[in-house]
């Protein structure tokens, strides 16, 4: 009689068959610097997963698994968290934070699909994407790898992006196990400090960062990583309450969990709650984990805890049949789902992939001032100077998780996939224009290299395209900053082309919102790129000069200043003084979320918000009052106005893109959900309270964008 710890009897089957040692290995995902010494861990430690092999060296390894006792395949992974964008060559998108900058569900639906057809043409087939990670504090240095600040469109845009990994069925030859990340709560710890402590009540966790969770389960999601934070003084590695009463017996999940990089390790060497590895092994799978990304040594260990009576057998076997389930479940049984690495020229070099970027690019950029129509750049704009590093540099403009870049430091993404700043407006300009390019500084830099040269440039010009931002060593992964402002030689640039008076355009490739209201002040047009991708220099060029009109809205808000954070939309009330503000910065964000200008302009009227039987019909009259095309995206935000506990002073509850052209108009129509209209009790119950809504409809957050209507629901 085998134990069934599979719904599948041919995993019980084979895991009848299998001994300890074998099971232990399925629970570890290593990271091999070579084939040569992954062949050994298969060979001698049973290894089922790995981490950063791509193409032959899958090919290699999956042919040695075969020739294994029980021919398990292997589970190949990687961050292709914006595009396969390790591989060189492959389709690299704008950054999450770029992508949600789009509010494009359906684009995001097609990244993901293009990234995981590139994926599986070299052999791997699990992203440890999306991130559902919300950015509550912009000091963290992961805020680009984020969908932004709002809930909803965190769990939209991840939704979509499932669906483009996995939404043929995770047996479909081009499908990908996405995973959910970093479970829970892990960007907003104490001061922004990556992986510290999160000080989230249970209340918070459930009412705020699990729903997006729940939903990516309810969409088919079968892996999370855990974060390596500690919630209230527990770990989230060894957090049995949250891995396993919440998630497996309350919430009923059947995936994977698998630990970020090497967090059982940093439970004992940072944390400090396990005396040693031993322990901290022992913890995590008593918790709930089901793969360690890990050492090889670690194998040995969880074996010697079971072989002395100190760790049940039954947690491995729960968790083996787990990770052979999911392993079933996208075919990697089905030998031609492991070896046969497809002919990659026309996957991974297509033009319908390129295409894909420079419309993912596109969208993403989000128009923030444009002074007396300074853009789109007009017949009378001759000569044009290009200024800054960041108009001139893959590296900025690609941003994290590239080929280059942490764990793969040796190649880049070959410079002729890429479009910079100025290879994109030097194309577009053709012959036609004068176009002269100048560094400037680098982007750290303290002062101006030649600040004579910048002013005669500036003066020769008649319009300067200034390129600002941040560098990849400003972002990601223990790169927090206390200090959000652009670098002193970034604001002397600015300041000297401003003090020529000709017309400036700044331009900002970052990877995060910066405290920029000095640049904000003396650009007369400011276009956010953030990390834009491959084709980010063309994008830009078909905006600036008026192509095709700015269509992104900002999924996150910028601040004044740092010390204004937290500086996200929907605050809870109760900040004393009207209005509620630091006695030394405005109360408002310097750029609010849900902004973005084009080049037309749009009038809201006749907002109707009626009850229906389950929930709320809203309708507005949209109208485009400007003398081009352009996209509008209505946003609804709800305010419950008094309720049992604080809740936010506005909540984005829906959204739609919407394409006018010049005078016409449309009646957009809205349902809202009796759900969307739920609070989080202090009893911790989604529940409706009755009483009076506000409901505001229009084309940002701020109050000054937005129409509102009350109305009395019971
Ligand atoms: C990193 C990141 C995580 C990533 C993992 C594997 O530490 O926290 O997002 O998936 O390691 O590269």
Redesign the pocket.
């Known amino acids: 009689m085998t134990d069934s710890y599979s719904t599948n009897p041919d995993i019980n089957t084979l895991m009848s068959q299998m001994n300890l040692a074998e099971k232990v290995g399925q629970l570890f995902v290593l990271s091999a610097h070579d084939v040569v010494i992954a062949k050994k861990w298969i060979e001698v430690k049973h290894i089922g997963s790995f981490?950063n092999l791509l193409g032959e060296q899958t090919q290699e390894l999956q042919a040695v698994a075969s020739q294994s006792v029980h021919k398990i395949p292997l589970l190949m992974c990687i961050?292709a968290v914006h595009g396969h964008a390790f591989w060189e060559g492959a389709t690299v998108f704008p950054s999450q934070l770029g992508l949600s900058s789009t509010w494009n569900a359906d684009l995001m639906r097609q990244v993901g699909e293009v990234t995981a057809k590139e994926m599986v043409a070299t052999g791997v087939h699990w992203n440890?994407s999306p991130v559902l990670d919300m950015a509550r504090d912009l000091r963290w240095g992961r805020i680009g790898e984020t969908f932004g600040e709002d809930p909803l469109l965190i769990q939209t845009f991840a939704a979509a992006m499932l669906e483009g990994y996995q939404g043929q069925g995770l047996h479909h030859p081009e499908s990908v196990l996405a995973c959910a990340?970093?479970f829970l709560g892990y960007s907003e710890t104490v001061g922004g400090r990556d992986s510290s402590e999160g000080e989230h009540t249970e209340r918070k966790l459930r009412g705020l960062y699990l729903p997006s969770f729940q939903h990516l389960i309810e969409q088919g999601c079968l892996s999370i990583?855990v974060g390596y934070h500690a919630i209230d003084g527990t770990p989230c590695t060894i957090n049995k309450w949250l891995l396993t009463d919440l998630m497996r017996d309350e919430l009923g999940y059947k995936g994977v969990f698998v630990t970020?990089?090497d967090n059982v390790e940093r439970l004992h060497t940072e944390q400090m709650v396990c005396a040693s590895i031993k322990e901290a092994v022992r913890l995590a799978l008593e918790a709930g984990v089901d793969l360690i990304?890990g050492t090889e040594d670690y194998t040995d260990i969880v074996c010697d805890l079971v072989q002395t009576g100190q760790l049940s057998s039954d947690i491995i076997n729960a968790a083996c049949a787990r990770v052979l389930d999911i392993k079933w479940q996208l075919g990697l049984f089905d030998e031609r789902r492991t070896t046969d690495i497809a002919d990659l020229a026309p996957i991974i070099r297509s033009e319908q992939h390129r295409e894909l970027a420079l419309e993912a690019a596109y969208q993403s950029c989000v128009l923030l001032k444009n002074e007396e129509r300074t853009l789109p750049i007009g017949d009378k704009i001759r000569r044009i100077a290009v200024i800054g590093a960041n108009a001139n540099d893959p590296e900025a403009q690609l941003g994290d998780w590239v080929l280059g870049t942490f764990p793969f430091h040796v190649g880049a993404q070959p410079d002729e996939n890429i479009t910079t700043i100025l290879d994109g407006i030097q194309q577009r300009a053709g012959q036609s224009l004068d176009v002269k390019y100048l560094k400037g500084c680098e982007v750290d830099a303290t002062n101006v290299s030649d600040p004579e040269e910048v002013t005669e440039l500036a003066k020769w010009a008649d319009m300067v395209i200034l390129v600002l931002g941040d560098t990849l060593a400003q972002n990601g992964?223990m790169c927090d900053r206390a200090d959000l402002d652009l670098s002193a030689g970034q604001l002397e640039l600015c300041q000297l082309i401003s003090d020529t008076q000709t017309p400036l355009v700044t331009v900002l490739i970052n990877g995060k919102p910066l405290s920029i209201p000095e640049v904000a002040q003396q650009s007369d047009a400011l276009l956010e790129a953030w990390n834009p991708g491959a084709k980010g220099g063309q994008a830009v060029a078909q905006i600036l000069f008026g192509d095709r009109p700015p269509v992104g809205r900002l999924s996150i808000s910028f601040p004044y200043h740092v010390g204004q954070l937290p500086v996200y939309y929907n605050q809870l009330p109760g900040w004393h003084g009207t209005p509620p503000k630091y006695i030394d910065l405005p109360n408002e964000p310097l750029f609010p979320f849900g902004y973005g200008l084009t080049y037309t302009t749009f009038e809201y009227t006749n907002l109707r918000v009626t009850e229906v039987s389950d929930g709320l019909k809203v309708q507005v009259d949209v109208a485009n009052s400007g003398e081009q095309s352009g996209t509008e995206v209505v946003q609804v935000y709800i305010n419950d106005v008094y309720t049992s506990v604080t809740t936010p002073v506005k909540q984005l509850v829906g959204y739609q893109r919407v394409l006018l052209a010049v005078g016409e108009c449309k009646q957009v129509e809205f349902h809202i959900d009796k759900c969307a209209l739920q609070l989080f009790t202090a009893q911790g119950q989604w529940e409706f309270e009755a009483g009076e809504f506000e409901v505001m409809v229009g084309g940002s957050s701020s109050d000054a964008d937005l129409h509102k209507q009350r109305i009395y629901l019971d």
């Open positions: 981490i961050d440890f990340k970093h990583m970020d990089w990304m992964e």
